[in-house]
């Protein structure tokens, strides 16, 4: 084998290692910047050249920093720590210079993906109000509606439960930025697809998934951290 050869085998090696060490870790936390399209689309087309993290008014948009990551450098949005605010004006695509963001004229066009409520760490499934999420979404009462019903087995207590509206929520990560549990009980999936059953894996990792001892992921799931402030 000759030297280039040798250096492309070894390149190519550290390239699938990289690969293979982040697919192995947690499910990724963030989401693209609306107007984004898949991922092999949007890396296809995304020079990172930062222009859409400058325009964005409200510093939601970060650069992926991560050795290990593939997409380093990068735009991405950690909806935890801040949401997109959903700009009327879409400063961030307007500013993107290869159609990496594209095709979102308005607020309603916005699919960064969908939130996905983790029913077995929700309060508002345990029987307590919160509601916060709810309060949150900017699209309240179309993206996000509460579900009065009956506590299943007590026909004495009822449960407020948020729900979601696949069809309407854009993903914008309001409700998980607010969420009031210390490992947030809402998520954003950015595949539709993958919505069925998302948080199935994390509650049998976490041992919340057994109705035999609901006491035990009532308190590992931070029923009294409930106390993240509901102000902008
Ligand atoms: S819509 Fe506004 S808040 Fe959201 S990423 Fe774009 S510029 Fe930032
Ligand atoms: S992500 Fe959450 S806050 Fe945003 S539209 Fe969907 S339900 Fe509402
Ligand atoms: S803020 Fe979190 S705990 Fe409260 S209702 Fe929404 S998902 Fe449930």
Request: one cysteine or more.
């Amino acid at each position: 084998m000759g030297l280039s050869a040798f250096a492309k085998a070894i390149a190519g090696g550290i390239i699938g290692f990289q690969a293979v060490m982040y697919a192995m870790r947690e499910p990724q936390t963030f989401i693209r910047p609306p107007g984004a399209k898949d991922d092999s689309d949007f890396l296809a087309r995304c020079v990172r050249c930062g222009k859409c993290l400058e325009a964005c008014p409200y510093e939601s948009i970060r650069m992926v920093k991560d050795p290990l990551d593939p997409s380093s450098g990068t735009p991405c949005i950690s909806v935890r720590e801040k949401a997109c605010r959903m700009c009327e004006d879409l400063p961030c695509v307007k500013a993107c210079p290869t159609g990496a963001l594209r095709d979102c004229e308005e607020r309603e066009d916005i699919r960064m993906g969908i939130a996905v409520i983790n029913e077995r760490t929700c309060l508002s499934y345990k029987g307590m109000r919160c509601e916060v999420c709810y309060r949150a979404c900017p699209l309240l009462d179309r993206a996000i509606a509460i579900d009065y019903r009956m506590r299943e087995g007590d026909d004495r207590h009822s449960v407020f439960a948020p729900v979601i509206d696949p069809e309407v929520c854009t993903g914008c990560g309001w409700c998980v930025e607010r969420c009031v549990t210390d490992e947030p009980a809402i998520a954003i999936v950015r595949d539709k697809a993958d919505a069925e059953g998302y948080w199935d894996v994390y509650n049998v990792e976490h041992g919340y998934a057994s109705d035999e001892d609901p006491a035990a992921w009532s308190a590992a799931s931070g029923t009294a951290a409930a106390t993240k402030a509901f102000s902008e």
